[in-house]
């Protein structure tokens, strides 16, 4: 089993930043691609960005492209999202997974399908 546990949500204003903390415990994250995922009120959790295993690979879904960036630090089972320019379509509470494999194919990356392990969230506000 692994344990997710996400912090670093809050209140901000529009233009403004938040950065994101994943921290893993339990069984290694080791080769996982590992993914976040937020969820607005009333509507479905979808895909935001993920990183492979070795960092080197990541995905985005297209509204947050060049401005969010993930990141991950194997030694600290740790993954981060970098979140800057935020916006109040951006409101929503945002989810850690882990996909317990090293996923390969973009569609498969984010399919929330694909993820075995998921944190508690972390609500994350952006006002106008």
């Known amino acids: 089993q692994v344990q997710l546990v996400e912090s670093g949500g809050g209140l901000v204003q529009a233009g403004g930043s938040l950065r994101l903390s994943c921290a893993a415990s339990g069984r290694t994250f080791s080769g996982y691609t590992m993914g976040w995922f937020r969820q607005a009120p009333g509507k479905e959790r979808e895909f935001v960005a993920a990183?492979?295993?070795?960092?080197?690979?990541?995905y985005y879904t297209g509204s947050v492209k060049g401005r969010f960036t993930i990141s991950r630090d194997n030694a600290k089972n740790t993954v981060y999202l970098q979140m800057n320019s935020l916006k109040p379509e951006d409101t929503a509470v945002y989810y850690c997974?882990?996909?317990?494999?090293?996923?390969?194919?973009?569609?498969?990356?984010?399919?929330?399908?694909?993820?075995?392990?998921w944190g508690q969230g972390t609500q994350v506000t952006v006002s106008s």
């Open positions: 997974a882990a996909a317990g494999t090293e996923l390969q194919q973009s569609m498969v990356v984010m399919s929330k399908r694909s993820y075995k392990y």
């Open positions: 990183i492979s295993w070795s960092g080197g690979i990541t």
